[in-house]
């Protein structure tokens, strides 16, 4: 098997659980359809120095053994048609999927590859610690999931364009940083409206700084959920919009809701802001529209936050100037306002009038 340079289906090894060695194959230099390595003991992974092709598919699904490295970094494809030759995989037809391979510390995805037709899935490589390559990817057809992993940095994904369906970072113990602000093109719709698709970063426990895209519509979710170490999130720069819910849970270190000003509409009118203990205002102007227009509880979920996010009703009053919890006898300042109360007991918001003149305004006095 050591001159076999063309295979015109897949190359399928699988199921072997005493085989350790697949470095016969070490000339191969195209594979018409699918990659498929699983379910192996394997001490080293064939790195396919030579190969320029591997079509629709590439899966390392539950290898065992001692491997630690898989670099596909080296694989290449020459496509007239695109202009490319010689130093491009430029498409994956269908997946590339690295998954439940139990010794593996590091992988070497293509930096050459473009586009990815369905889905990327690297998932349940529990010791996982470095993530390479993808810096070329644009396109991402179906989702694009990266879980319970012990990567500590993602900044991948530079070029991204466009992901038909979903981003989800979820379960990754280690993971201290997602940045996505280095993305070059313009990100525009992420999921189809289905169920379940938009961006979910989730159960990320040790993760404090997250960078989101730039993005014109997210069809789906936008949900951050189970951060507990969660204290900065940036990114969302331009003016978009949600099509189903958005969803923030994220325990202690988020304060402010500043970093969705640019949030056009909630098309769905559905949000959840729940048990963020330091989150004291929550008063951007799409939960102020859907807050004023009457809606019920069924489609705004607001409860156990800080301050004047702490109910549905505490962040009406924010987005009307009139929440401020009650800190001090005669001056409280919360929520951007600042309350007098006089001897006699009676509140006054203090502002100014379009001349520049300070005026005081009769409230309920905080409770």
Sequence with gaps: TKN??????????????????????????????????????????????????????????????????????RIKNDDPHLGLAGNYLYKIKADFIIEGNTNLKVLHAPDSLLEISQEL????????????????????????????????????????????????????????????????GEIGIIGNGSNGEGIFIQRNPMLTTLKLPDVDR?????????????????????????????VIESKDLIEDLSWLNNLQDIESDNLGIARNRSLSSCSIHEICSILNNGLTTNSARINNNNGCCNTEESVLEDCNY???????????????????????????????DKNGNLKTIPISCPK
């Design 4 to 73: 076999i340079k063309r295979i015109g289906g897949n190359l399928e090894i699988g199921n072997n659980p005493s085989l350790n060695d697949i470095s016969p194959f070490i000339s191969l230099s195209f594979i018409q359809k699918a990659l498929l390595i699983y379910k192996n003991n394997l001490d080293n992974y064939l790195q396919f120095p030579i190969l320029k092709n591997a079509g629709s598919t590439i899966f390392f699904s539950k290898n065992i053994g001692s491997a630690e490295s898989l670099d596909l970094s």
């Design 121 to 184: 899935y690297i998932r349940n490589n529990l010791i996982l610690t470095k993530l390479n390559g993808f810096r070329a990817l644009k396109r991402v057809g179906y989702h694009l999931v990266i879980t319970k992993s012990a990567i500590k940095t993602l900044t991948n994904f530079e070029s991204l364009e466009m992901i038909g369906r979903s981003v989800s970072i979820d379960e990754n113990l280690n993971i201290k940083k997602i940045d996505f602000s280095k993305v070059k």
């Design 218 to 246: 997210i069809n789906g979710y936008l949900k951050i959920t189970g951060n507990s170490s969660l204290n900065v999130i940036k990114g969302l720069n331009r003016a978009f919009v949600i099509e189903e819910w958005l």
């Design 322 to 352: 009139t929440c401020c919890t009650k800190s001090a006898p005669i001056y409280v300042q919360s929520c951007n306002n600042l309350v007098l109360q006089s001897k006699a007991g009676d509140c006054f918001r203090v502002a100014i």
